[in-house]
């Protein structure tokens, strides 16, 4: 488990807010059954721009505030005027630059939107927490945690059922504009994010959202691709929990693209930018300690070894025991210019059990012994 206490301190430090404590289901009063709506999924023509009018939706808490907003929308290139007209859309370079204005003006993550701001930075840290879990479950679990520290004004919450993996918010807001505006902004921004951390979509069972409204929704919803209930007791989303054992993807250079596009690239839907290789390498870098067999890696990723097999053979022309290889050679390399470590700990770090073993691993790879490379001091 990651130590959540020494990143916390650390938030708003930075400047940059891009580039909850878990519980159990809490008692429910008695509800109406959920109505329910069915979306499909995306479509390039849905993923083509962003519902003027939720743009407006987003600046809520700005006008509550009595805070000007025209100039919002002009620094990214918007007619405010024309924002309304239900016709308009925005693209993903003037949304991120739409939403990048109101994080800036308002010093808060969340556009003041809540009662309370989100501290500038908490994101980027929750990001760099979640990289270093080693399965989706882990990850959502910090994030979780995380947020209950860095938040006033509302928590995630995380259940896991034998099957089912539920994800919630618990809030108290009175209004009914700033309820629906607030969930509906977490829980899109919420499952773009889980996406991208594992490098899949993830389908999803069922979102529901605790307001009637469902012109409030508006575009984004339609990347979630499943069945939308509304008059919910609270706002959540929830997925085949087979799902939670995936491991994040730790990978800084994606961090800092997907940092760098943020908050406006999880408003237009999850494109999977990895190659099925790229996940196998991630999660034998994720469980370097242990040496995967085949058979381990397939399981991680709801594969079959046949399958795990016969894709990276088409598409890197690979075997599994080459790629995996490669990555402890990398690793390997690494770790011996570090010289944090004797190379007996390295042996032991790579899922080699003896020094002599790890050895002639490392000469077969480089025709080298590991000594060779070690600096001299």
Avoid at 325 to 330: A, E, G, L, Q
Wanted: hydrophobic share 40%.
């Amino acid at each position: 488990m990651v130590d959540i206490g020494t990143y916390v301190s650390n938030i708003g430090n930075d400047g940059g807010s891009y580039s909850g404590k878990c519980g159990t289901m809490g008692h429910i009063k008695s509800v109406t059954k959920p109505r329910t709506t069915m979306t499909n999924s995306p479509s390039a023509a849905d993923r083509g721009g962003i519902h003027g009018r939720f743009a407006l939706l987003l600046t809520s808490g700005f006008e509550r505030r009595g805070v000007p907003t025209r100039r919002l929308f002009s620094a990214a290139g918007i007619d405010p005027d024309e924002a309304s007209d239900p016709n308009y859309r925005l693209t993903q370079k003037q949304f991120t630059k739409f939403l990048r204005a109101l994080t800036r003006v308002s010093g808060d993550e969340l556009w003041l939107l809540g009662d309370h701001p989100v501290p500038l930075g908490t994101f980027k840290t929750m990001c760099r927490l979640v990289m270093q879990e080693t399965t989706l479950e882990a990850a959502i679990r910090t994030g979780c945690r995380l947020y209950h520290i860095a938040t006033r004004d509302f928590v995630l919450r995380f259940r896991r059922d034998d099957r089912v993996a539920h994800i919630w918010i618990t809030e108290r807001f009175e209004d009914s504009l700033q309820r629906s505006t607030v969930n509906r902004a977490i829980i899109f921004m919420l499952y773009g994010f889980l996406c991208w951390l594992v490098g899949r979509r993830i389908p999803l069972l069922d979102v529901r959202f605790n307001f009637s409204d469902q012109r409030r929704v508006l575009d984004p919803v339609k990347i979630y691709g499943c069945a939308l209930k509304f008059d919910a007791p609270r706002t959540a989303l929830t997925f085949d929990a087979s799902w939670l054992s995936l491991p994040p993807v730790p990978d800084e250079r994606r961090l800092t693209r997907f940092l760098n596009a943020m908050p406006g690239n999880l408003a237009f839907g999850f494109r999977d930018e990895l190659s099925f290789t790229e996940r196998v390498q991630a999660v034998l870098l994720q469980h370097i300690e242990t040496s995967l067999s085949l058979e381990d890696a397939a399981r991680i990723l709801n594969s079959s070894s046949a399958t795990l097999r016969r894709r990276l053979q088409e598409e890197s022309n690979v075997s599994f025991q080459r790629l995996k290889d490669r990555v402890r050679h990398r690793v390997a390399v690494e770790l011996i210019h570090n010289r944090s470590l004797t190379l007996t700990e390295i042996a032991w770090k790579l899922g080699f059990a003896e020094l002599s073993t790890f050895n002639r691993a490392f000469k077969r790879w480089t025709g080298s012994n590991p000594s060779d490379l070690r600096p001299s001091a």
